[in-house]
Every structure is written in C-alpha cells, then in structure tokens.
C-alpha cells in the first residue's frame, strides 16, 4: 500500500504547480465558509456584547429598540424622556443599582452624553490623557470622538444650541476638556460625556447669577472676545462659561426628582432581584418600561444576519461548481495521462493498482489541503475578534 | 516548633517529621491565607464631624474615616477643589449630612452611588430658613443661612437616625460586616438616646425659658428640647457693630433672655458688654469639624454641662 503513496507522492512532487493550484483551490473551498462563520459571529457577539453587558434599561414606554439604541448606543432617536425619580425609585428598591443617563444634545455631531460617574466603572472606561470629570462644566471626550473635534485636554468645547432660530432658547455651554478616554471600541469612543448636572446646566435648568443677571458671556470670533453692546444688540449668540470665579453661584430650582434624563440603566444585586424589579414594572399602563437590551438587539440582529444564510447559500453553489471543477480537472488529467497510465499497465499492474494509485493521489492532496485548513483555521479562530474590531466595526 | 534534621539529609526525613513539616508549613501560611480573603479598610469620606465620628464608633478599624474640611474652617461653608473631588472620587462611601449642608454637591462630580444621605429619612421635618441675611466671617467668606437649617445632629433623636443611616450604608457596601456594625451601632444609639433625654429633662426644668443664639445655627436643638430661642448673626472673636447692639436691645425688649449661647468662646469684650445688658454666655458647640480634644459626646456633654448654667 505505501508504494502506491510513494509513486503518487513522486507523481505530485514532479507536476508540483498543478498540485499546489488543486491544494489551494480544496482548501480555500473549506475555509472560506469557516472563517465567514466565524467573522459574522465575532461581529454579532461584539454588536451584542453592549447590550449584554447591561441587564436591565429603564425608560419611557414605547419602542424598545429607539429605547435601547438611544441609551446604548447614542443613537439620535431621542425617546421622551423620564425624571430622575425614576432613577432614585429603583435605588429605594434596594434590588438594584440605578445609572441614569441623559442623551439629548449633540455637539459638533457627536453625541452629548449625560452620566453619573457610576457610568465609568461599570463600562471600564478610564482617561488615556487627563483626568476624570470633577466639576460642573467640564467633560470628557471619547477615543473617536477627541479625533473628531481634534481636542485635547485643557481645551474648550461649546455646545450647539439645539434651535439657532430659538431667541428665547438655553446658551450654550463652553465645556472644558478636562480629559480622553481610552478606546474601548464601542459607541462610548463616540461620545462627549459630561455629569448631569452639566446636561441639565445646558437644559437651562441650572444656572449662574453674576448680581441681579444671568450669566452670560458674548462670543466675537473667538471665546474671551466679549462686548455687551454687540450682545444686547442681538448681533451675537452669547454663551455660558462656569468658571472657578461664578462656579458658586451656579444652582439649579425645583426638585431634582423632577430633571429629565432619557434611560436608567438598572444593575440589579442577582438573578432574583432583576425578577423582582422587573415584576414592578409589567403594569401596561406604566409611563416607563423595564426592557432587557439584550432581547431587543438580539431580535434585531436577528434580522440583520439573516444575510448569513444567503452567505451560506452563495458558498454552498460555489463550492459545489469548484467540486465539480476539480472532477474535471481530475478527468481531464486522467485522459492526458492514458499513455502513462496503460505504461503501467503494460509493465504488469493490474487496473485495480491504477485505481490504488490515482486514489492515493487524491488522498494526499486532500490530506494537503486539510492542513493548510487547520494551518489557516487556527489564527482565523484568534484574530476573528481583532479584525472585526478594528477593520469591520471600528 | 523545632524540626529535627538528621546529619545525612537537611530536610525532615522520616514520616512524623514530615508531616509535622507539612503541618508547621500549613500553619506558616494560614495568616498569608487569611490576610487574602480579608477584605481591605473601607474609605470613608465624611462631609462633617459628627456622620465622621458615628463611622468611627461604627466601623472602628475596620473603617478608615476622612474629613476632608480644614480643622479652622466650618465644613457648612467648606468648598472642595478639584483635587478635593479628586479625593472623594476614590472613597468607598461618602457620607453626606444632606439638609442643605453640602451645598457644593451640585458643583462636583461624585458617583451618586457612593453617596449616603443620612437625613434622607426625616427629610419631612427638615427647618426651611426665609430671608436670612448674607454675612461674612472666616475662610468660607460671604454666605447666607438661608436654605434648610443643617445643624440636623443637634436634635439628638435625628442624629440617632443618622448614625443608623450610616451603618446602613456601611453594612450596603460590607454586607458580610453587617452583624458587627449593627453591634456596634447600638451603644451608640444608646449615648444619643441618654443624651437627648438629658437634654430633654434639663429644658423641662424651665420651659419657655426666653434664650439668645448667637448664629441661626440651633433650630433643630431649639425645636427638639422646646427652646425658646431667638438669634442673632454674631460671630465670637468680632466685635458686632453699635447697631447689631441696637438690634439686640430691641430683641430683648420683648425676649427678656438672660443667657446667649455661642457656637464658640466669645472674646471677653463682648462678654462684658453682653454682661452689662444683663446677659450671660455660654458655649454650646455644634462641633461641625473635629474637636481639639475629646469626642463628640465629650463636646455634647460639655455643652450640656455649660446649658444648666441657663436653667440654674
């Protein structure tokens, strides 16, 4: 039997480009549909891996997917917002840890987002440069985001007002860059994060008083640039600037229960505690919902990768024609090889010997190609979730 | 524990020894062991003297208390820098006295989940100030009492619920520690209660006793033991101006009181001239920083003690 390896194996060393061509075209066959798999599903458990890694999101009733992609992922679907008392309900439960969050406002495209600082340690997002929010005023900027607006610490950053055309409209804000996250390669790399204080400073709900008036500043071609003539002729849009120096006259009126925010992210203590909070809010008549982010992306990727099928579909037709192909190839060789073949023949073997031997040769370029498989399998499998991170959803 | 070691081999060499190595080197790193699953000192920020010394009596060493307000400067008007918050930031728990005390809470970022507000719980019978007036005295500068009274510790009954409120948020963040804060809060809770009921029988002696305050600082203390109390905004170590004297004769015009209490000494010319309109002074700290020497009940029972000097 290993002489039949052996003359095959000399048989495909002597016509080597045609074997490696057969090896290569066997092998891409195989992998091709692997490495797909594994690609799609290093993609969905990355778009998914948000929306596990929180339990449970409270917010207005309505549509669960605008309610999770807002809260999530930043999207600009703004649902009507809540009260921070939604908030401090589920804290009173004692089952579970409330992360409200505000996203509302945009600056300069990206979104503004209002959080506790809570929000940090439960998404591990740490400064890279600076240092973390400390006073009213100040934000952070996300990885993406500090490129975007081309800022660092230690530079300003107006907010857009939401209505140029609103006379009667909030100032806007000059935050202070006070640091940049490090890339954590979800939406957070999008975002200008600020407390929520700050975003209610923009709502208009908090302010500062400088004697009897608001305080205000008036913005010429560049921030510091301030002439109240121009100002209370209306030829300029003032700003809002919070300072170490008027830092104590900011306050804000009513009841802080009563603030918007847009989500709470609920971190219940165990599994029976999420039952019992999510039993609080099954009431159809609700003004809030308890959704699991997890269910609404997981049905909503659903949808999309069904692409994968087709996926499947297309390689299934393809691999089938290059089966075919390579039947072909096979035939076509064994016809070129019929002087050859009836060589052997006449010299003694049996036709059964041929077979062995025209057997042997397709083992051994089978057994090549799953080689190379398992050769290209192994850093398909590890560098899957890199490639995805970085090239396919950045 | 000696090991024998034969001459031929340097380690123990028959079975007991060896066991006996085995027990002694088990032994060797149980403490190792133990320090591992013990869990580290818990940080705690209080924004007063009294939530500090309630965690002390509480957590004991087990708590590692810090108040972040200078000792000279009163923690009411106290105002954390950045590097202040910075601090806080990393604490485990911060106590807050809520009642308006903390006024610089809207200015700084905190995460709200370390925050404890321990008069959450009696946020009803919170004393709302109208129309104070805006003074200046020390490093606080320019500030109003105008709000919610905070000196909430001073109805020793609130300051009992208080301390409740703090092991509460103590044993939230150290649940295995629940047993030995909850131990540890009941004398103290059992002091507050002997104190508010000395209090309580002492102002029985003399009700509607007329008395002076000298800064609007004692409306939880007044309203709890049934003081009849007016105040002025006068601080200690200055002289107040001819017409806050003024306004004082016309006070006691209609508010004979014999006695001022002050948050602190006063200088002895105000003590004179307070002496020649026929009142006397004495000290009833609201001990809002940390005392020079003593504790909190140290101070309390002193200004217990300087009280009875009114109602003799």
Known sequence: ?394 | MSIKFTDSCSFPCSSSQYMLFLVWLMLSFLPAWAGVTESHPLKVIATNYPLAYFAERIGGNRVSVTLPAPADEDPAFWKPSATAVGDMQKADLILLNGADFEKWLPQVTLSKLKLADTSAGFKTAFIRIENAITHSHGPGGLHSHEGIAFTTWLDFDQAGQQAAAVALAMSRKRPEWTSVLTDNLKPLLDDLAALDRQMKELTATKPGLPLLGSHPVYQYLARRYGLNLQSVHWEPNEMPAPEEWEGLRKILATHPAKWMIWEAQPSDAIVAKLKELGVGSLVFDPCANRPESGDFLDVMGKNLENLKDAYR
């Open chain 1, 1 to 394: 039997m290993h002489h039949d390896f052996y003359l095959a194996w000399r048989y495909l060393s002597h016509h080597r480009t045609r074997t490696l061509i057969l090896v290569a075209c066997l092998s891409l066959l195989a992998i091709l549909p692997l490495a797909l798999h594994c690609l799609l599903a290093e993609g969905e458990n990355h778009m998914i891996a948000r929306a596990q890694s929180t339990p449970l999101l409270l917010g207005t009733r309505g549509s669960a997917l605008d309610l999770t992609l807002n809260a999530l992922y930043f999207n600009t679907t703004n649902p009507t917002p809540i009260t921070m008392y939604e908030a401090e309900r589920i804290g009173q439960t004692g089952w579970a840890d409330p992360l409200p969050i505000y996203v509302r406002f945009r600056v300069r495209g990206q979104p503004l987002v209002g959080v506790t600082l809570d929000y940090f340690d439960f998404r591990h997002l740490v400064p890279a440069q600076g240092a973390m929010l400390a006073m009213l005023g100040e934000c952070v900027l996300g990885a993406d985001a500090a490129n975007h607006l081309g800022l660092k610490p230690g530079d300003s950053l107006p907010t857009t007002p939401e209505n140029l055309f609103d006379l009667s409209g909030v100032y806007p804000l000059k935050l202070h860059v006070v640091g940049v996250l490090a890339k954590a390669h979800t939406s957070d790399d999008q975002a200008v994060f600020i407390d929520l204080q700050t975003a209610w400073v923009i709502e208009g709900l908090g302010h500062g008083h400088a004697g009897d008036k608001p305080i205000t500043q008036v913005s010429g071609l560049a921030f510091g640039q301030a002439d109240s003539s121009l100002a209370s002729a209306g030829k300029l849009i003032t700003y809002t600037e919070i300072t170490p120096e008027n830092m104590d006259t900011f306050h804000f009126h009513g009841d802080p229960s009563s603030y918007p925010i847009s989500a709470v992210i609920a971190l219940p203590r165990d599994r029976k505690s999420a039952t019992l909070l999510k039993g609080r809010y099954v009431d159809n008549e609700a003004s809030v919902q308890l959704i699991q982010p997890l269910e609404t992306t997981s049905s909503l990727l659903d949808t999309i990768f069904k692409v994968g099928i087709l996926f499947d579909g297309v390689l299934l037709l393809v691999g089938s024609a290059t089966l075919l192909a390579l039947g072909l190839v096979f035939a076509l060789s064994l016809r070129l090889r019929q002087r050859e073949l009836q060589t052997i023949f006449l010299l003694g073997c049996s036709r059964a010997k041929v077979l062995r031997l025209v057997t042997a040769e397709i083992m051994l370029i089978g057994l090549a190609s799953a080689m190379v498989c398992l050769i290209l399998a192994v850093p398909v499998q590890n560098y899957a979730g890199d490639f995805v991170r970085y090239f396919v959803m950045p």
